[in-house]
Each structure stands twice: as C-alpha cells, then as structure tokens.
C-alpha cells in the first residue's frame, strides 16, 4: 500500500493547467506517439541520479497531470547531508550565505575567496564525519504537493543506481496501479569518490 507524506490538499488553484482537459488532452496524445508512460520534461537538472518528468493519473476520480521529480536515494542522502553541512557552516561563519561558483570569461571557474574557501573545507569536513558516523539515514518515499503550479507536484526517492526509462515507467505503472511498495529500510551512503568496502 502507498504511504506518502502529503501537504495540504486545500486551496487548490483554480487555473492550474495540470487539471485543465484540453492540456491533459495534449500530453495524452504525446504519449500515446512515443509509446510511453511518461514525457520527460527537458532540463539541465536531469541526469542518471534525478529526473523530472509529466505522466497522467487520477485524483478525485479524474485524470490530472502529475509533475514528478524522480531521484534516487543516493542523491536524496547527498542533499540532506549537503543541507545539513550548510547549516553548520552557517553557524560557525555569520556571514555564510553559501559558496558560489563563478566563470570568467573563458568559462573556467574563477577562483573562491579565501573565506569561501575555508568554508569549504570545512563543510567537507563535516560531510566525512556525518558519512562516517551514518549519522544522517534516508528512506524511499513519495511526497504529493498540492499546491504545484503545474497539476500535482510529486517528488519520489528510490533506491536504485540510476533512474532510466525503464525505473521511471515502473514508477509511473506502480503509483497509478496504487500497488507502489516503498522500501522503509534507513540507508546512509559514502561520497563516491571513496572506495568503502560495504
């Protein structure tokens, strides 16, 4: 059975494309030509580890578009424990408002400042001691927002290695079957770059 973390279900606005039939119409048809369950939205974000896609399902017995972020746990555990290292950066440096990458004109990236720097090894720092002590655990899990701007906002974790075509369909048939088993195991994981045996 799906169990999933929901925000408030009111409020719903009333021009939201996402329920409108004619819209529904046009990404039906688009399935329908490329012979999937899905339409990947294009975006730079998009990679083997997050992808951000449009399928059909119901709601309230009609059909809505979902707009779903699919990433896999890895990355989800990345980002809380990335946030997580912010946090402490932000309280040992007041003037910390988190650590930007510039291009010069060649495209290379310019140089961080020395703050900016120190800042950095020290959120490194603590991202090793929060993998090391696993002190930061993550599960799968599907959050539904509501009140998206484009139909209903689905955000998901999975734990797989990559999420392919083929994750992605079996997500999508799962969620509208209603038959999508969540793995409630607490995972934490290494930074890649560190060759840990498990």
């Known amino acids: 059975m799906l169990s999933y973390k929901s925000t408030n279900f009111s409020n719903m606005k009333n021009q939201n494309e996402g329920f409108v039939p004619e819209t529904i119409a046009a990404l039906k048809k688009d399935l329908e030509i490329s012979k999937k369950n899905f ?80 800042i950095g090894w020290f959120m490194t720092e603590i991202i090793m001691d929060i993998e090391e002590d696993e002190s930061v655990k993550v599960q799968e899990f599907v959050d539904v927002d509501m009140n998206h701007d484009y139909g209903i906002g689905l955000d998901a974790a999975l734990n797989v290695d990559v999420i392919d075509e083929r994750v992605i369909s079996k997500f999508v048939k799962e969620f509208n079957d209603d038959s999508l088993v969540l793995d409630d195991t607490l995972y934490a994981f290494q930074s890649e770059e560190e060759d840990v045996d498990d």
């Open 39 to 118: 339409k990947i939205v294009p975006g730079e974000d998009n990679s083997e580890e997050f992808v951000n896609f449009y399928f059909i399902g119901m709601h309230e017995g009609k059909e809505v578009i979902y707009d779903a972020a699919l990433y896999t746990l890895r990355l989800h555990h990345a980002s809380e424990v990335y946030e997580l290292a912010e946090h402490e950066a932000a309280k040992k440096f007041p003037n910390f408002k988190g650590i930007h990458y510039e291009e010069d004109e060649n495209g290379n990236l310019k140089p961080l400042s020395s703050e900016e720097e120190e």
